[in-house]
């Protein structure tokens, strides 16, 4: 896809998210806008992987290790053809698939269930260990909230992809600042989150992660990586693409209402108009 392409998807994408939390008048759509642009291009560029074959042997693993932003997921799995976008409105519904954090079990796309902070990221250093020990080449990604690597887990597992070399995961950190309780800085600064991984022997890249450009080139270099983990810290802004929730710590787990909804949609619409003009 070309960056435009990408970036009308990734609109799309938002909208859905959009869809999905008001519908169920709760959900985490600050850190699901934010990492948009993330889900975006490795769902619709990166990985190897067949909406019509979800389990197929040889397809790449993604684990959303932050696993409330389960909109943002669901959103892009629904617009690459995994189920229909129609079913984002039964998202948190009595009776829907789309459970408020990733279910492996019953959602088409979903390699592991995930929710309970710092545990994503081990899952996916087990699923790369896995690939290794068989001679297997996909390779595994792993999305982190900035807030979530509060949790002591995530530095365990660290250590152990860089000890066992695990040239074939990607661990990226949405940096968007801001986790439930504020600024990440004010409740338990993880900064200087690159000279970390680093620390860890992981190959470091910084990006904007809402830009498409510095997204594919950082993912592109990981697979040139040979001999360590690659961290990508991805600086965003929350609640991306909606006005009224950009860097609003309070939007990290809130729903809209009926205006506040059809003020984001218009934004989004605007936003995709203004995408189709160039």
Known sequence: MTTLELQQTANEVRKGIVTAVHSAKSGHPGGSLSATDIFTYLFFEEM??????????????????????????????????????????TLRHVGSYLQGHPDMKHIPGVDMSSGSLGQGISAAVGMA???KLRGEDYRVYTLLGDGEI??????????????????????????????????????N??????????AFNFHVINIDGNDFDQIAAAFAEAKNVKGQPTAIVAKTIKGKGVSF???????????????????AMADLEKAGEALCQK
Request: negative net charge; proline residues 6%; without cysteine.
């Open 150 to 187: 509060q949790e002591g887990q995530v530095w365990e597992a660290s250590m152990l992809a860089a000890h066992r070399n695990l040239d074939n995961l990607v661990v990226i950190v949405d940096n968007n600042n801001l986790q439930i309780d504020g600024a990440i800085t004010e409740v």
């Open 48 to 89: 190897n992987i067949d909406p019509k074959n979800p389990k197929k042997a040889d397809r790449d693993r993604f684990v959303l290790s932050k696993g409330h932003t389960a909109p943002g997921y669901y959103s892009a799995l629904a617009n690459r053809g995994f189920f229909p976008v129609e079913d984002l409105t």
């Open 245 to 263: 929730m950009e860097n609003q710590a309070s939007w990290h787990g809130a729903a809209p209402n009926d205006e506040q909804y059809a003020v």
């Open 189 to 198: 600064s993880p900064y200087p989150i690159d000279k970390k991984f680093e």
């Open 129 to 131: 260990i896995s690939a």
